[in-house]
């Protein structure tokens, strides 16, 4: 257990670092996160197998290094989210539904992670359905469930954060993005308990 937390600093820390670094000397921040995020995830794919507890550790600690580096250079929240999204999709090489499902986890890693950082959840959020779209066509599924699995991701992990996040979110996300009409799942208002 205490080697997986050594490994999962690593990889944070590693992505964290190497983004501030790549962000400015080019800064292209979509770049930059995409070609990180996409050879980080392949990497630690291929070392800890692409199921499991390993594959989604090593997910959270690629995208939570991506915002965390993002927010020490004071670059884009949003184009941070989008890189995230379509840099996953391309390192993890999800197809169908694993790739609806990839998208969902990353975009409630990164919302979380935003509002560890004390970012804009509504720009991340609006950024991960952008990179959703953008990352569709290479995984082969349509830019509507990309759009909204990305959505339900953000909504689902903003509500967690606390209701003013998960109503800014939603905002954010409602309508139509990049020329794609965003489906919500209901409800999303869970908040009798």
Request: hydrophobic fraction near 40%.
């Amino acid at each position: 257990m205490n080697q997986q937390k050594g490994k999962s600093e690593n990889v944070f820390e590693s992505v964290k670092n190497g983004l501030v670094a790549t962000i400015e000397g080019t800064g292209d921040v979509v770049k930059a996160v995409v070609d990180t995020t996409a050879n980080t995830i392949a990497t630690t794919m291929r070392g800890a197998g692409h199921t499991g507890v390993a594959g989604t550790q090593a997910l959270t600690d690629v995208a939570r290094g991506v915002i965390h580096g993002v927010s020490v250079v004071g670059s884009d929240i949003g184009q941070a989210a989008q890189g995230t999204v379509i840099g996953v999709l391309r390192g993890t090489k999800e197809t169908g539904t694993e790739a609806m499902q990839t998208i969902g986890k990353t975009s409630g890693v990164v919302i979380r992670s935003t509002a560890e950082v004390g970012g804009d959840v509504a720009i991340a959020a609006r950024g991960l359905v952008q990179g959703a779209i953008r990352g569709a066509r290479d995984v082969g599924v349509s830019a509507e469930q990309a759009a909204s699995a990305a959505a339900n991701g953000a909504i689902d992990a903003a509500g967690k954060v606390g209701a003013n996040a998960a109503e800014r979110v939603r905002d954010a996300v409602t309508g139509t993005i990049s020329g794609v009409k965003v489906v919500l799942k209901e409800p999303f208002k869970s908040r009798e308990m």
